[in-house]
T-cell receptor
Framework: GAVVSQHPSRVICKSGTSVKIECRSL??????MFWYRQFPKQSLMLMAT?????????EQGVEKDKFLINHASLTLSTLTVTSAHPEDSSFYIC??????????FGPGTRLTVL | KQEVTQIPAALSVPEGENLVLNCSFT??????LQWFRQDPGKGLTSLLL?????REQTSGRLNASLDKSSGRSTLYIAASQPGDSATYLC??????????FGKGTKLTVNP
């Protein structure tokens, strides 16, 4: 089956620092990847759609200058949380689109901002 | 705007019981409906995907149904086991390939 990895799985940082999260499709190429955020006891909320070789498309209410997305290759998308604050603490999950309608999800990254 | 609701939010059952999880969506113009499992602090495991033209899908002890006209889907788990304990999420996919998730049902199967 298709495998998507995320790195790191867990990160703790100080307020004001930037954190980069990687999402990789290990055994298939993905022109489209998605980034989600999940707060405790809440649903996954789509943050942005990452397209290889072009700018990401952000959902309403998501600050594109705060959450920088780079999809530089067909197997890698990165999410950088800039100047992180405690309210950015969350579980971030990526997915990679393999076929027309099948997303494969990564294991998630737990971000804690102190 | 698509909204997905899951009922109940939590469910606790004894081992061996059959159970049904419910999912409803407001916009019936969906491409497919998916059910996922999420263990605490983990990512998502895809369980079943029902295309909009299908009525149900089965995998082992799991059966998912879809009624587009009424905006409902159910996940039936037969002969539940403690290992089935997890949060179950349903998600509706529209034509833009975006998934809209419900908040999930937290299932606990007691030995």
């Amino acid at each position: 089956g298709a495998v998507v990895s995320q790195h790191p799985s867990r990160v703790i940082c100080k307020s004001g620092t930037s954190v980069k999260i990687e999402c990789r499709s290990l055994d298939f190429q993905a022109t489209t990847m998605f980034w989600y955020r999940q707060f405790p006891k809440q649903s996954l909320m789509l943050m942005a759609t990452s397209n290889e070789g072009s700018k990401a498309t952000y959902e309403q209410g998501v600050e594109k200058d705060k959450f920088l997305i780079n999809h530089a290759s067909l197997t890698l998308s990165t999410l950088t949380v800039t100047s992180a604050h405690p309210e950015d603490s969350s579980f971030y999950i990526c997915s990679a689109l393999r076929a027309a309608d099948t997303q494969y999800f990564g294991p998630g990254t737990r971000l804690t901002v102190l | 705007k698509q909204e997905v609701t899951q009922i109940p939010a939590a469910l606790s059952v004894p081992e061996g019981e059959n159970l049904v999880l419910n999912c409803s969506f407001t916009d019936s113009a969906i491409y497919n409906l998916q059910w996922f499992r999420q263990d605490p602090g983990k990512g998502l495991t895809s369980l079943l995907l029902i295309q909009s033209s299908q009525r149900e899908q089965t995998s082992g002890r799991l059966n998912a149904s879809l009624d587009k006209s009424s905006g409902r889907s159910t996940l039936y788990i037969a002969a539940s086991q403690p290992g089935d304990s997890a949060t179950y999420l349903c998600a509706a996919q529209g034509g833009s390939e975006k998934l809209v998730f419900g908040k999930g049902t937290k299932l606990t199967v007691n030995p």
